[in-house]
């Protein structure tokens, strides 16, 4: 059964309509003729999501997100998505943005990572922007 749950971890964080967040995602996955199994979202700290990117990527730095794709099948989507609430709202801050709308946009951006875009060169930044700007536009 498909699914996207929505958990907190070192956080007291509940999304105000997870329904209309887990439709959307869902929308975006089926646009891109994929079909979603299981995609977990874990809201923490930064400390929280600073020890994952230590421990697994190797990396001492803050990130607003880490995607951990556990898909057998391509066609297939399964996956964890950390998110730091704390980094999300010093973004919001940074960039002059709703904390809602950084976080959908970091919401979307860990579905586009299960999905196969990157963003680790400056040509895959600029069209997983388009690509984040895109289902940002078809939120409900």
Same mark, same amino acid.
């Given at each position: 059964?498909a699914?996207?749950?929505?958990?907190?971890?070192?956080?007291? !964080?509940?999304?105000?309509?997870p329904?209309?967040?887990?439709?959307?995602?869902?929308?975006?996955?089926?646009k891109?003729?994929?079909?979603?199994?299981?995609?977990?979202?874990? !809201?923490?700290?930064?400390? !929280?999501?600073?020890?994952l990117?230590?421990?697994?990527?190797n990396?001492?730095t803050?990130?607003d997100?880490?995607?951990?794709?556990n898909?057998?099948n391509?066609?297939?989507l399964?996956?964890?998505?950390?998110?730091?609430?704390?980094r999300?709202?010093?973004?919001?801050?940074? !960039?002059?943005?709703?904390?809602?709308?950084?976080?959908d946009?970091?919401?979307?951006h860990g579905?586009?990572?299960?999905?196969?875009?990157?963003d680790?060169?400056?040509s895959?930044k600029?069209q997983?922007?388009k690509?984040?700007?895109?289902?940002?536009?078809l939120?409900?």
């Amino acid at each position: 059964m498909a699914s996207i749950n929505f958990f907190s971890e070192e956080i007291s !964080f509940s999304l105000d309509h997870p329904r209309k967040t887990s439709s959307w995602i869902k929308s975006m996955i089926k646009k891109e003729k994929r079909q979603l199994k299981e995609i977990n979202y874990i !809201f923490c700290t930064d400390s !929280f999501l600073l020890n994952l990117n230590q421990g697994f990527l190797n990396h001492n730095t803050l990130t607003d997100i880490i995607t951990f794709d556990n898909s057998e099948n391509k066609a297939v989507l399964e996956g964890e998505i950390y998110i730091s609430i704390d980094r999300v709202k010093e973004n919001a801050s940074k !960039f002059k943005s709703e904390f809602k709308n950084e976080l959908d946009r970091v919401i979307i951006h860990g579905v586009l990572h299960l999905l196969g875009y990157k963003d680790k060169k400056a040509s895959d930044k600029g069209q997983m922007r388009k690509k984040e700007e895109a289902c940002l536009s078809l939120r409900k």
